[in-house]
């Protein structure tokens, strides 16, 4: 169980910060944020606060949706750049 809980710790920092801040790309962030999220609400779950995990999961993902729909229309890019781009893979080495 303590191995499950510092996979969802480092999953919840690598997809929250690290996706996030080494993707030039709205449409590939997104992605690192529903991961951090989902990590982070199971760190919570083998916390046994189920109810607050619920709640921070619901709120925190119809948020991002919001905030994810007003971004991708704002950068309308017909060949986003991807997660194994050069740029993507430098910014993540650089921040690491």
Known sequence: MTYFALFLEVGFVLGGGLAVASNPSPHYGVVGLVLGS???CGWLLSL?????????????????????????ALAVDPFPEAMGDW??????????
């Open 38 to 40: 989902v990590s982070g």
């Open 48 to 72: 046994a606060v189920s109810f607050v995990s619920l709640v921070l999961f619901i709120a925190y993902l119809g948020g991002m949706l919001v905030v994810f729909v007003y971004s991708v």
């Open 87 to 96: 740029h993507a893979v430098g910014y993540g080495v650089g921040l690491v």
